[in-house]
């Protein structure tokens, strides 16, 4: 029996506008009426999350920034997990000397050495997975998002990771050359105490070794008496593997990688058909009414 949901946000439970459907709503409302504990488990910030979620009815839990963070559904931490000074510095430097741009996510906000850099990552990633965008009205709302997520713009990262009140939480990088990632996944994995995953095609995230998204479920979940089989989880890609992995009943996107489909239990619905919403519907078809 599920007792618990947890679900990506891009990719899985957003549609191509970046909103959660009506139908998906629906979906989530009636498994936490049916008394199913329900959270979100993604890459982004509290802030990021808060942006989409704020335009919906859904208050919940969420495991954060790839698992580096945990918040009840007031936003309070209840777990948090980081880089150290070195390891930071480390990390950043084989990210400059590859020429990759990339922006630092910590408990003191989201960092960034070039707004227009930072733009126009976020549109290569959205017309990607959106090709019928218009470039125009793209840009107009990526800006929007850009300074709702109130990204400080510094010269560098050094202070950032030397500063006894601010914990590096992760890096998210970016490049069109699919290759070079490929490259500098190999050349950041024998850094000692960090994973390294992606959300996409065009993205690296570097985060501490214990902040993946199926540690941090387990344990959200434990800590409420709920086991990793009584708990079911949705995602596209490869930062949810961990999770994905881990639960009694997983869910690959019908727009998942391949890679994600083969390690999951079922494949659902499209994204942007609120396929989220197919498979909660279908396990609570499978469930006793009480």
């Not at 990633?125 to 709702?148: H, M």
């Not at 489909?261 to 197919?278: F, S």
């Amino acid at each position: 029996m599920i007792k618990c949901i947890a679900t990506d946000m891009d990719g899985t439970l957003l549609n191509a506008n970046q909103e959660v459907s009506e139908a998906n709503q629906e979906a989530i409302q009636e498994a936490r009426a049916r008394g199913i504990d329900f959270l979100v488990a993604t890459g982004r910030s509290y802030h990021d999350m808060r942006y989409v979620l704020d335009h919906t009815n859904i208050v919940c839990p969420a495991i954060l920034l790839n698992g580096a963070e945990i918040r009840d559904e007031n936003g309070e931490v209840e777990y948090g997990v980081g880089l150290d000074e070195q390891t930071a510095n480390t990390v950043a430097s084989v990210l400059n000397r590859a020429g990759v741009y990339f922006e630092l996510y910590t408990s003191q906000g989201t960092y960034t050495t070039s707004f227009e850099k930072g733009i126009q990552a976020v549109m290569d990633i959205y017309r990607t997975a959106n090709p019928s965008l218009e470039v125009s009205s793209l840009r107009n709302r990526v800006e929007k998002r850009f300074k709702k997520r109130a990204i400080q713009i510094v010269d560098n990262y050094n202070g950032i990771f030397a500063a006894e009140d601010c914990v590096t939480y992760k890096f998210f990088g970016f490049s069109k050359d699919m290759g070079l990632l490929a490259d500098l996944s190999k050349r950041l994995e024998v850094i000692k105490g960090i994973t390294v995953t992606a959300s996409g095609r065009h993205n690296i995230e570097i985060t501490h070794r214990d902040a993946q998204k199926g540690s941090a479920l387990k344990r959200y979940v434990e800590k409420r008496g709920i086991s990793m089989e009584e708990t079911m989880a949705l995602g596209d890609n490869y930062n949810d593997l961990s999770m994905l992995r881990m639960v009694g009943h997983s869910v690959a996107m019908g727009n998942a990688e391949q890679e994600v489909k083969d390690a999951c239990h079922y494949v659902t619905g499209l994204n942007t058909e609120d396929g989220v919403a197919e498979a909660i519907y279908k396990i609570l078809e499978e469930m006793p009414i009480s």
